[in-house]
Nanobody, 124 residues
Framework: QVQLLESGGRLVQAGEPLRLSCAASGRTFSIYTMGWFRHAPGKEREFVGGITWSGGFTVYADSVKGRFTISRDRAKSTVYLQMNSLKPEDTAVYYC?????????????????WGQGTQVTVSS
């Protein structure tokens, strides 16, 4: 089994940066890619971005491209989501997820493991 624990969510002002972390533990060798998703009230859960553990290849949603950056620290089994130029519409619960797929996919059903989520609120 794999456990994922997000941290770093909080209330910020629009334009400010924020970094989320996702620490993986357990059978982490079974995960090849990590994704970040978010779920805002009244909206569907959406893909934010993802990264492969081995090569660090990243994929981003158009809505965050150029503002958000995903990185990973393999020694710490931790993935980061650096969010810059935050907007009120970025307000959501952010989840990290682990997949056994070798490629980054945008579909949440491709991810087998999920964290509990961390709330990010961006005020205008």
């Amino acid at each position: 089994q794999v456990q994922l624990l997000e941290s770093g969510g909080r209330l910020v002002q629009a334009g400010e940066p924020l970094r989320l972390s996702c620490a993986a533990s357990g059978r982490t060798f079974s995960i090849y890619t990590m994704g970040w998703f978010r779920h805002a009230p009244g909206k569907e859960r959406e893909f934010v971005g993802g990264i492969t553990w081995s090569g660090g290849f990243t994929v981003y949603a158009d809505s965050v491209k150029g503002r958000f950056t995903i990185s990973r620290d393999r020694a710490k089994s931790t993935v980061y989501l650096q969010m810059n130029s935050l907007k009120p519409e970025d307000t959501a619960v952010y989840y990290c997820a682990g997949s056994r797929r070798l490629d980054v996919t945008t579909t949440d059903r491709d991810y087998s493991y999920w964290g509990q989520g961390t709330q990010v609120t961006v005020s205008s």
